[in-house]
Every structure is written in structure tokens, then in C-alpha cells.
């Protein structure tokens, strides 16, 4: 994930700015900078790679200033370049930005339409240049970042300071988090506050929607409908772990809260906006030439490889071998020449999958690896390595990690699809539009929290619980059984909706609740008819749907949750989201240790 810091105070700021960049190093990146405001002008140090490159260039260009802000960056939107790094600038404001703007290509068609010049290939500048078109026709700085704030669709938080007012930095967020600290003559902003920790340990959380106006006296909070509004200031202490939480209850909630931005993050680095096309790694290999895939995971990564059996088989009509790490090598699997095997992996040090990745490259392989460790043993084991900048996932049960393999496997179908010949440039630009809804529809389901959170007591108190669903929403069945049996210790079970019949029915009574994931769409009457079976034998239902689901099914059901209308490509994405919040509120219902459940681990490292 990328990073921001911004400090406005009475001393010189860079130093400190990159020193608070080093704490944040944990994020990854391959580009940062630095802007402050001297003398009524903006001034900035950027560079590719690491931090010492930056560190160079302060070393030959030092950078006065009293305001500045600050920023590591993936290369996800735009390649690695100096131009492309953070801070962005024009003659009257820099800034830096996490997440993604997902309308930045008619906002930016419009801005060029005035004649407007962009120097990167980032959505990021486009923020730049309408707060600095409204600056430069005398409209303050506070009320030109209110107006342009509710042209930003996406997920984001944003660090502004401005040429003409040196006692101003403004900041925002909406999906992506956001700290303000407290010193004394000075006041901070940083993504979290491990990157204000040598600043201060007093700080207060953004809460979602917020922005604030921070001067050297202290900062201004203004909710989303621009009420002033006050955030509690708290003791962020010396542990890593408090800080690392933030405002939330555990690692896990905080985790499930962040896809939003990780998601959006993740397909910035596959897929090409201004060309609509999806964009990988360069493999080793021909992809074209693929002839057969296998794909090898454990747990969750598992599942993520169940939705993408769907993928490739559909849109690239490959056909698609799908094993379990710690079975593959002992059932002498036949690997044809011409095959790519394919290993997901949150760590990518899974013992029983590290093994199986070595066991078939030594059948003459390819091989592909989905990580969220590109330094790990499988990445460097791989022909093709495909990150997923989830950023550290601290909770054992795996949630934004899941979600960031699925929009990575998503974009792999749809390369691998076109390389084949079976994907047209329109199908491509249908997938990339797609693809670019999944943030604001992930923030949309975790409005959801709330009435999940109200019902959990209803699942708390069960023996067990059944999941069920069809297509691509079978493997989120088995996902939502497998994190409430995780974090909740309850004994549940996925289905494939059709399969009730044939055995699993006989379990079903009243004290057995049935959750139901069943998205408008092809298979929406044939899951309904499963769950109408259900009911008939007194199973108390939950419906997972969107508003015309819940409406054609939704009566008689002991409880509803309403999830945005979304094309079925992003759905296993989206519907992630309520059987994680279920899980984690039933857990906390129980009062089970969420982020740590017994004889769980977060990597598996023996076999």
C-alpha cells in the first residue's frame, strides 16, 4: 500500500518527512517523493526506487520549507517513473493520494478539453489540476477542495498543500485511512500512525467521508456534508500492535475495511484505464501457448482458485485442473507439455505449496505464482510473478488478501483469454469497466456492517451452519463456512445449492440457520428453488442478494442482507464481504480470539 505523510509546523519539515517515509517502507513501493512550500513557491524531490535515490537527491538538492507532504508509492497506475511519482503538482498546488479515482478518464477528458497539460499517466493529477483550476480563478483553498471532493468517485485519501497559503495543508478520505497528529506548534497527517510515531502519540482517526483543514495551531474536521465535527484525539501508545489496528476492534475488521483501497490498488497495477486493456507482467513464456492449467493453493487462496477455474475455463476455454497443495503430489498428477501451473499464495512460503510448485516445475511446467510477498521464496521461484499489494494482513483469517487474489485472477483469465484469440478489444474494455466499479461496490457492501453486526447474535448461538450458493458464488459458500468455523469455532459447511438434495438436506431444522448467496442473475432461480427447499423443512434462512433478489425471494427468510447490483464478473469480490463481516461479528459475539483463533497460524511453514 502506498504512504503519505504531511507535517505543517515552525521548523524545517523534510527531514523528518523522509525519515517518517522509512516507516512506511513496510507498505512496498518502487517510487517516492516529497513536496513542501517555500518562498511562494512549490518545491519537490522525487525518485524511482528506494528510498536512498530520494535520499540522493535531498542530499544534492536540499528542500527548505516549513509545510511540505510526502509519499511511497507502488507503480500501480503508470509505471515506476520519476514523473509518475507522488507528489503531483501544478503552479498552485501539490499533492498526494492512496487509492484509486475510478472516474479520473472523463475527468481528465474534460480537463485536457480546457486545455489543461498532465506530465504523468496517474489519476492522481487529475485531482491536482481541478482543485488548482478553482484556485487559480480565486476561490479559496477550503472551498475549492470542498466543491471538488464529491466529484471523486473511488477510494482515496488525499494530502494537499497549496503555493499561495503556506499556513494551510488539507487532507481526505474515503475508503482510505487516514491520521491526523497533534504537536506542539505543528500538525500532522499520515496514512497511519506507525508514520507518526516519532511525531507524536497524540493523534485522531478520520472516520469514512471525513476531510480536514490542518493548520499549525491544530486541525478542523468536517464530515462528509461538511458539518465541523470532532474526532476524539487518542493516545496512540508504543505498541505496534494498537497502532497498526487503528480505530478498529482487531486486525481482522480493520482488514476487511481496507479492500476497498487494496482491491483498487491491485488492478491499478493490471489493468491499462486510458486503453481499457488489461496489462500483466511480462512472462517468460508464451501465454498464448498454454495449453492447460493447474492451479495449486491451500485454505482460502484455494477458493480464490475455485472462482478462477470459472474464469479461465469461460473466457479463455482452458481447460482448468484445481488441487489442493498438500494433496497434488501424492495422486501422480499428469502435467501435459504446454501447461502452466499456477500457486496462490498469501505468503508464498506455504510449505505443502512451495513443495508442489517444485514438484511441477520439475514435471516441465510453467510456472505462475499469485503473492502478496513479491520478495518470497515462491515469487522467486516463478516464470510469472503476479503481486497482489494487499499490503501486511495481520489477521489469520484471511479476508483482504482473498479479495486482492481474485481481482488478480481476474485480470490473468482476461490476458490469458486474449492471448488465446477468445477475447474482442469491446469484451476487454466490458472486463476493465467491470473490474474498475469493484472499490466503490466493496465500499458499498461494507455499509452493510451494521445490520450484520445486529443479526450475528442469531448465528452465535448455533451448533451448526450451512452455506450454499451456485457458480462462482459455491466457492464463497465454502469460504464463508471456512471463516466462521475459523474465528467462531461453530461447525459450518459450503454447498453447491443443487447438491442439498442429494444428502446434506437431512440436516437441515430449524436450529440450523442457512446462509443463502444468491446475486440476481442466470442462477438466481435455481438457487432460489434450493433454499425454498430448505425453508419447506423449517431451515431458517439468511438470503445474501441485491434489492431485486431480496425482493423476488426475499419473504419468509429469517434475515436479509441487501448487496449493491453488480455485474457477475466483480461479484465473488463483492459478496466476500458480508460472510467476512458474519463470521467476524458472530466471532466478537462469542467472544473468541478474532485475530489469533486457536491451532491457527498465518503462514503454514511445515507440511
Known amino acids: 500500500m502506498c504512504g503519505i505523510v504531511g507535517i505543517i509546523g515552525g521548523e524545517e519539515v523534510s527531514e523528518r518527512l523522509f525519515d517518517a517515509l522509512k516507516r512506511l517502507e513496510y507498505r512496498g513501493y518502487d517510487s517516492a517523493g516529497i513536496a513542501t512550500i517555500h ?52 503552479g498552485e498546488v501539490a499533492l498526494v493520494h492512496n487509492g484509486i479515482i475510478e472516474n479520473f478518464k472523463p475527468l481528465r477528458d474534460a480537463l485536457l478539453a480546457k486545455g489543461r497539460h498532465f506530465d504523468s499517466q496517474t489519476d492522481t493529477e487529475v485531482v491536482a489540476h481541478l482543485v488548482s483550476e478553482k484556485v487559480e480563478a480565486g476561490v479559496d483553498p477550503v472551498t475549492a477542495v470542498r466543491e471538488v471532493l464529491p466529484a471523486l468517485h473511488g477510494a482515496f485519501a488525499l494530502a494537499i498543500v497549496f503555493r499561495r497559503h503556506p499556513e494551510l495543508l488539507i487532507g481526505a478520505r474515503l475508503g482510505s485511512p487516514l491520521v491526523v497528529g497533534y504537536g506542539e506548534g505543528e500538525t500532522y497527517l499520515g496514512s497511519d500512525a506507525l508514520a507518526l510515531a516519532p511525531l507524536t502519540r497524540r493523534i485522531s482517526y478520520l472516520e469514512e467521508g471525513d476531510w480536514v483543514v490542518l493548520t499549525r495551531e491544530g486541525a478542523q474536521v468536517y464530515d462528509r456534508e461538511n458539518n465541523p465535527v470532532t474526532r476524539p484525539i487518542v493516545d496512540s501508545g508504543v505498541s505496534g500492535q494498537l497502532i497498526d489496528k487503528g480505530n478498529h476492534r ?53 477458493y480464490a482458485g475455485m472462482v478462477a477455474k470459472y474464469w479461465f475455463e469461460q473466457f479463455a476455454r482452458v481447460p482448468v485442473d484445481l488441487d489442493f497443495a498438500s494433496e497434488f503430489r501424492y495422486r501422480a498428477p499428469v502435467m501435459e507439455d504446454g501447461g502452466l501451473a499456477l500457486f496462490i499464495s498469501q505468503s508464498g512460503e506455504t510449505a505443502d505449496t512451495l513443495a508442489a510448485l517444485r514438484h511441477a516445475r520439475g514435471e516441465g511446467q510453467k510456472i505462475a505464482v499469485v503473492v502478496n510477498v513479491p520478495s518470497s521464496t515462491m515469487a522467486r521461484e516463478s516464470d510469472l510473478l503476479l503481486p497482489t499489494h494487499a499490503g501486511p494482513e495481520i489477521g489469520v483469517a484471511s479476508t483482504k488478501a482473498f479479495a486482492c487474489q481474485l481481482a488478480v485472477l481476474a485480470a490473468l483469465a482476461a490476458n490469458l483469454a486474449r492471448a488465446k484469440g477468445r477475447l474482442s478489444p469491446e469484451e476487454e474494455r466490458d ?153 467476524y461479528h458472530v466471532a466478537v459475539a462469542k467472544g473468541t480470539d478474532v485475530d489469533q483463533p486457536r491451532n491457527l497460524a498465518k503462514s503454514v511453514t511445515v507440511e
Not at 54 to 77: F, K, Q, Y
Not at 254 to 268: D, F, G, M, S
Not at 435 to 462: K, R
Open 39 to 90: 518562498d511562494g513557491a512549490i518545491e519537490r524531490r522525487r525518485a524511482e526506487g528506494k528510498l536512498a535515490n530520494l535520499g540522493r537527491e535531498l542530499r544534492d538538492e536540499p528542500l527548505p520549507g516549513t509545510v511540505g507532504i510526502a509519499h511511497t508509492r507502488w507503480a500501480t497506475h503508470g509505471a515506476p517513473t520519476t514523473s509518475n511519482a507522488h507528489p503531483h503538482a501544478t
Open 250 to 302: 482487531h486486525f481482522m475488521q480493520k482488514e476487511i475495511y481496507e479492500q476497498p483501497v487494496v482491491v483498487a490498488q491491485t488492478l491499478r497495477s493490471y489493468l491499462s484505464r486510458i486503453d481499457a486493456r488489461v496489462s500483466l507482467p511480462i512472462p517468460e513464456f508464451d501465454l498464448g501457448a498454454i495449453r492447460r492449467v493447474t492451479i495449486v493453493a491451500c485454505g482460502t487462496s484455494y
Open 431 to 583: 472486463i476493465v469497466r467491470h473490474l474498475e466499479e469493484t472499490p466503490a461496490a466493496l465500499n458499498a457492501a461494507l455499509a452493510n456492517d451494521p445490520a450484520i453486526e445486529a443479526m450475528a447474535h442469531v448465528i452465535a448461538g448455533a451448533r451448526d451452519v450451512l452455506y450454499l450458493g451456485r457458480g462462482t458464488d459455491y466457492p464463497l459458500a465454502l469460504e464463508g463456512a471456512l471463516k466462521l468455523k475459523e474465528i467462531s469455532y461453530i461447525h459450518a459447511e459450503g454447498y453447491a445449492a443443487g447438491e442439498m438434495k442429494h444428502g446434506p438436506i437431512a440436516l437441515i431444522d430449524e436450529n440450523v440457520p442457512v446462509i443463502v448467496i444468491a446475486p440476481s442473475g442466470p442462477l438466481f432461480e435455481k438457487t432460489v428453488s434450493n433454499m425454498q427447499e430448505v425453508q419447506a423443512r423449517g431451515g431458517k434462512v439468511v438470503l445474501i442478494s441485491d434489492a431485486e433478489g431480496i425482493a423476488q425471494a426475499g419473504e419468509g427468510c429469517l434475515a436479509t442482507i441487501e448487496m449493491p447490483k453488480v455485474h457477475p464478473l466483480i461479484a465473488p469480490l463483492v459478496y466476500a464481504v458480508p460472510v467476512q463481516l458474519l463470521a
